[in-house]
């Protein structure tokens, strides 16, 4: 499977649904590029499951931090709209995610996660009789996210198994260091903050950085 870091995000428009219950199409490239922002795309396997919920909830709890970066944050999964919207409808403490004021892609024909290749898809296998392929798997995807920077460029790409909730900080932490390299021109050293020392990209600033730490 190719990355997509570096590479455009695809300029593929997609079923959303929002809080409201509208249901409307939502291109991820055209939102970063026309709104000369950020976006941070994540993707869950499934609605009405147990580790997505406390991911969703957790987006939203930093929505004014991603805002404060000039940050889109846009959530995504193969549930169906109508199912989105049941969802946002359901109290958090019933397991539901009321409150999340994010879209949600609702990419139930599976066309945008088949071109990113984040499906879990175990096995594909040729079925003679009808002349087609079935596949065997969940068929949702795995947890995968994606940074997507002004000109509609990935410039992060991470994708967890379904176990493993992420750690929203650490993308905030991403957008950051992004934004410096943008801004500075400086990059970017393991387990750099905001506010913590970068260091120019040769050979001098290398040694210079490793001298005073």
């Known amino acids: 499977m190719a990355t997509a870091v570096g590479k455009q995000f695809p300029d593929l428009s997609v079923d959303a649904m929002n809080e409201m219950g509208d249901t409307f199409k939502v291109n991820v490239l055209e939102e970063a590029k026309n709104n000369k922002k950020k976006v941070v795309l994540f993707w ?14 957790a987006f939203q709890a930093a929505i004014g931090e991603f805002e404060k970066r000039n940050t889109i944050v846009i959530g995504a999964s193969c549930d169906t709209p109508e199912v989105h919207f ?4 359901t109290a958090k403490d019933n397991g539901g995610i009321e409150g999340v004021t994010y879209s949600i892609l609702a990419d139930s024909n599976r066309n945008l996660s088949s071109i990113l290749g984040i499906l879990d898809i175990t ?3 040729y079925d003679e009789e009808t002349g087609t392929v079935q596949v065997e ?3 949702v995807t795995y947890r995968a996210t994606y940074l997507i920077d002004e000109d509609g ?9 379904m176990p ?6 650490e993308y905030i932490r991403l957008i950051d260091a992004y934004t410096h390299v943008q801004e500075k021109g400086e990059v970017c050293p393991a387990n750099w903050e905001e506010g913590k020392d970068a260091m120019q990209a040769n050979a001098k600033g290398t040694a210079e950085y490793l001298a005073s730490h």
């Open 153 to 161: 460029k990935v410039f992060h790409e991470s994708i967890n198994d």
């Open 44 to 57: 869950y396997p499934k609605d009405f499951t147990f580790v997505c919920p406390t991911e969703l909830h």
């Open 137 to 139: 798997g969940d068929n």
């Open 123 to 125: 096995n594909e296998v």
């Open 164 to 169: 493993l909730g992420r750690n929203v900080n």
């Open 86 to 89: 049941a969802w946002l409808s």
